[in-house]
């Protein structure tokens, strides 16, 4: 507590320390695929998907292109058609309800809860008669309350598809994320928990049957013996993207366990200052994994520009709009609670690059701040 960390700046993720930290295993990799020659749908794809799915307890992970085209391809397998209600919420990557808009869906945008999180009350009043699918985001890499989320679906006969972008891993009353629904899509976006070196993302499901739909969708319409049996697309894992993956598959459990680690550390250090609103902490419920550590913060603004000053990197997710706050897209909805965290959020750095010893620094800068 007396002692002051040294200075040093932490960047909100370092892109150039991700490709270093693993410089030589990765050039081993390059080589091996390269010299086979083996660029798409090869061996390394997969054995990725292979492993993913043993990793999720899934029947089905089908690489992907990125997690936006995942959405895109489980949502016109799980039959959506033009004019279906989506309800997804309004905090989220611009992506999700994207996905819905591109199969001719009508993405319905609701409040979040205090935990960040699609509120399930306000997912029950969006209830419209035009209503076919609910979009639940585990945020930040905690579940959404699935239970509640599920018994909604089951009592208007709802089908629920998955964002879990942010959140390969974490669970629910022990059940992960991105297993409740027909199909969940996850994104390895070079900043996510599990990251390529590029765009990448995959597609789960225990469907067989939208489990061969997305796996012609994302090639073309293409079945196994080549035969086109629908419009397709072009949006595959590359196989070197896989070989990476696979590779950080194996330590991903210590990656998680870290991020748990820093998260517990900015808690204990902040839980005492009052102008914060700290992210909900792990219970018996919840298996986070810490994607990102947003937390609310009275005067948001001039405490990033004090941390900036120190060269401490933070972020306001989505640029700092929640979906319905985009003008151009004509969502007229009225989300108190979402416009209220959009002026207070804001995301410390979290990654596996971050040490125990910066998060104490970071949290000791902030305390600085708040007492001053
Ligand atoms: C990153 C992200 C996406 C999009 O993932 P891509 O792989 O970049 O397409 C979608 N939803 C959420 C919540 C995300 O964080």
Known sequence: MNTTPAARAIPFFNYRGAFSSMEEELVTIFRDV??????????????????????????????????????????????????????????????SPAAAAHCGGIPVPVDCGPDHLIDPAAVERAVTPRTRFILPVHLNGRSCDMDAISAIADRFKLTIVEDAAQALGARFR??????????????????????????????????DAVADQI????????????????????????????????????????????????????????????ALHLPPVPDADHFDIFQNYEV??????????????????????????AVHQHGGLGLT??????????????????????????????AARIREFYQS
């Open 174 to 207: 022990g059940r992960l994320a991105g297993t409740w629904g027909v199909a969940a899509a996850y994104s390895f976006y070079p900043a996510k928990t599990l990251g390529c070196l590029g765009d990448g993302g995959a597609v789960v499901t225990n469907d």
């Open 296 to 321: 609310e913060a009275d005067r948001r603004d001039d405490l990033r520009a004090f941390l900036q000053s120190l060269s401490i990197g933070t972020v306001i997710q989505w640029g700092g709009k």
């Open 333 to 362: 909805a009225s989300l108190p609670a979402t416009d209220r965290l959009f002026a207070r959020c804001l995301m410390l750095p979290m990654n596996v690059m971050v040490t125990e010893d910066d998060a104490r620094y970071i």
């Open 34 to 95: 390269l010299t086979r020659g083996a660029f798409i749908q090869q061996k390394d794809l997969v054995d990725f998907e292979a492993n993913l799915a043993r990793y999720l307890g899934v029947r089905h992970a089908i690489g992907v292109g990125n997690a936006t085209d995942g959405l895109v391809m489980a949502f016109r397998a799980a039959g959506i058609r033009a004019g279906d209600e989506v309800i997804f919420p309004s905090h989220t990557m611009v992506a």
């Open 215 to 274: 796996r012609m969708l994302r090639d073309h319409g293409r079945d196994a013996a080549g035969d086109v049996q629908m419009w397709g697309f072009n949006s595959r894992l590359d196989n070197l993207q896989a070989a990476i993956l696979d590779h950080q598959l194996r330590s991903y459990d210590a990656a998680v366990s870290h991020r748990r680690n820093i998260a517990a550390i900015y808690q204990a250090e902040l839980a005492g200052v009052a």
